[in-house]
Each structure stands twice: as C-alpha cells, then as structure tokens.
C-alpha cells in the first residue's frame, strides 16, 4: 500500500516541530519530504544570539541533526528553495528543478527581516540578523572591523547589540521610539532597560530615524545619516526593524494572504491540502514571531495531518523574552492596555514589576 505523501516547505522549526508531533500521533502515516533552503539540519533560532556572542556554538544550536531525518525515513533537501506550487498537479518545484509530489503539504517558510526603504539599503555590509548567515556575516565582521550601527531597539535589535559588543565592536543602536522595546513596556521600564545597556557601552539615539546608509565608494557601507543630518560611521549595520512573513510562494499559488497566508484554526488555508504554520501564517489577525506560540500551532497542525481531526489552535497570550547575560525581562499580555496601571518596584533594585488591570483583571505584567 503506498502511503500518501507529506512535503514540508521549510526546514525550520515550525515544520521540524509539526513532523515530531506527526511522528509521535502516526508514525507510519506518511512519505515525509522536506524542503530547506538554508544547507543546515533544523536548528534553534532563538539560541542565535548566544551564539553572536561567542556564549555557543552553532554546533550547539542543533536541534534534530542529520540521523534524525534518516532515522525516521524523512527525504532533507538542503539548500533547495522551493519556487513553485502547482496546486492543480499537486507538486513543489525547487529551483534546481528538483519536484515533488503532495497529498499534503505544510509551508513553513518563516519571515525575512525587513529592510527599510531608504538610500544604500543594499549596500555590502548591511545585514539581516535571523539566521545562521547572518549570524556569521556579523561574527566575520567584528573579527576585523569596529563600528556597529543596529537599526531598531526590539528584541532582535537588543540582542544584536549586545552579542556585538561582546564581540568587541563599537555599537549604536538607532530606534525611532523614544524608549527601548515600546511596545512591550511602559516607558519607566524601557528607560530602566536603556540604563543597563548603556552600562554595557552601547550608545542610543532614540526618536529618531535613520535618512541614509552611506556608500564607502566601493559598494560597501562605511556610516549611517540620521535624521536631522547626524552622521554615525558604521562597517557593519544590523536591520532589525521588524519582520516581513514569506508568503510570496503562497501568493503565486493563488493562496489568500494579508501580512500572512490565511489559516484557519485548524492551520488549514484556503486550500485544504495546504497547511501554513509559523511566522509565514496569519492566525485571526496575527503572526506569531515567537517560539511557543509556534509550537502550539504545531500540535493543532499534526493533529490534523494525522486525521484526528479535533484540535482547535485558538490564539496565543503575547509574551515577550528578553534574556541577556545579567538581564532578564519577561513581559506577558497586551501593553500598553487601557485601564488602571500599578506599579510595584519592591525593594529590589534589579525587579519591577508592572500590572495593568482593566475591570480588575490582570491584563499585562513586565
């Protein structure tokens, strides 16, 4: 009996973790392929800033290696990008030609950082920072340059930072909010978080935005212009001003999309062949950037892949993690949130704790 066929386009860990739970519900169900167009197994992307600075390695991050692909019969393309759907013939085309059929198919392609629309943009030097390539572009950087610019004072942007200076570069961190991860935290919060990475070395120009990234005359950026006219010299600049879902295969499919490929509860789209998961999805309105929620959605998924067929993905919490050497922030709900807001800094000079309360609930902590 030949068994029908499961493609995953998208070797990270959205579609990693929805094969485990389909392994573990119906082990035998499925001829499993898997698409990747980066050349590594499945690893931890939330682990990529450890690795920035120099806390691990990527060896380290690996979450299910070469043996575990072959141990449980799953064909891993690698550095095969998938550039084609054809719903109508039920197939995904590689750009090397490479084709394989589906009865199933789960696209996982994840998000790109976005770059902002202005002069230089494209300029060598200028990075993304999720993924392993940009992880290590920045790492070879630091080796023989010094001047950093990082481009948004998110978690991303935070993170980047830090691993950088720790790699002994000069850093800058431009973010157009007046204070640090806004929309996560109230602003006495964010200015506290602001003191403790200035003690680190790292410089701020907050509220204000970035004009232009500056041509050294070879291709390559050498500063960063401000708005207002301030000019930052820059080797290396980190975008990480948000991020932007991958759903140009989906749209080319004829799938339904806005700022996401449209699932139901189910992680169904409009197609029910076709399943979407992770940051590429939009679930109600939203997509998720963070681990755990993706993790849920994997369950739901697998559920469904696995013909049970009774599970409901319903949305997840907001919570937000920053973890740096000497500085954890851990920000749960929506903020900020109308209603009554108290504080409570205790003692401790290292803790706050803020609760938002609306008709008495709690409805966010920092």
């Given at each position: 009996?030949?068994?029908?066929?499961?493609?995953?386009?998208?070797?990270?860990?959205?579609?990693?973790?929805?094969?485990?739970?389909?392994?573990?519900?119906?082990?035998?169900?499925?001829?499993?392929t898997v698409f990747g167009a980066e050349p590594h197994p499945?690893?931890?992307?939330?682990?990529?800033?450890?690795?920035?600075?120099?806390?691990?390695?990527?060896?380290?991050?690996?979450?299910?290696?070469?043996?575990?692909?072959?141990?449980?019969?799953?064909?891993?393309?690698?550095?095969?990008?998938?550039?084609?759907?054809?719903?109508?013939?039920?197939?995904?085309?590689?750009?090397?030609?490479?084709?394989?059929?589906?009865?199933?198919?789960?696209?996982?392609?994840?998000s790109t950082p976005s770059r902002l629309s202005i002069p230089g943009n494209r300029l060598d030097g200028v990075v993304g920072y999720r993924d392993i390539a940009g992880a290590r572009a920045m790492i070879e950087t630091a080796r023989s340059h010094s001047h950093a610019v990082v481009i948004g004072g998110g978690l991303l942007g935070l993170e980047a930072a830090n691993g950088l200076k720790q790699r002994g570069m000069d850093v800058t961190v431009v973010h157009l909010a007046e204070w640090l991860l806004e929309k996560q935290l109230e602003r006495p919060a964010g200015e506290k978080l602001l003191r403790a990475l200035q003690a680190r070395g790292i410089r701020f120009r907050l509220g204000t935005a970035t004009e232009e990234l500056i041509d050294n005359g070879d291709g390559r950026v050498c500063a960063v212009q401000l708005q207002g006219g301030e000019i930052i010299t820059a080797d290396l600049v980190v975008m990480a001003a948000g991020i932007t879902p991958n759903t140009a295969l989906a749209e080319a499919a004829g799938l339904p999309c806005r700022h996401g490929i449209l699932v139901d509860d189910t992680l169904q789209t409009y197609d029910p062949r076709i399943y979407a998961i992770g940051e590429c999805a939009n679930h109600r309105g939203i997509s998720y950037g963070l681990v755990a929620p993706v993790m849920e959605q994997a369950k739901v998924c697998a559920n469904h892949l696995a013909m049970l067929g009774f599970a409901r993905y319903l949305g997840s919490p907001a919570e937000t993690r920053l973890k740096l050497a000497g500085i954890e922030m851990l920000g749960v709900g929506d903020a900020p949130h109308p209603g009554q807001v108290q504080g409570m800094p205790g003692a401790c000079p290292l803790h706050e704790w803020q609760i938002e309360l609306a008709s008495g609930e709690v409805v966010a902590w920092t």
């Open positions: 009996m030949n068994k029908p066929r499961l493609v995953v386009i998208g070797n990270g860990m959205a579609g990693v973790r929805t094969l485990e739970e389909v392994l573990r519900l119906a082990p035998d169900h499925y001829r499993i499945n690893y931890n992307r939330a682990l990529l800033s450890p690795v920035l600075a120099g806390e691990q390695s990527f060896e380290e991050i690996i979450l299910n290696d070469l043996a575990w692909y072959t141990d449980n019969g799953i064909e891993l393309l690698l550095g095969r990008n998938v550039v084609k759907i054809d719903r109508q013939r039920r197939q995904v085309i590689a750009e090397d030609g490479t084709c394989a059929g589906y009865d199933r198919l789960v696209i996982a392609t994840g």
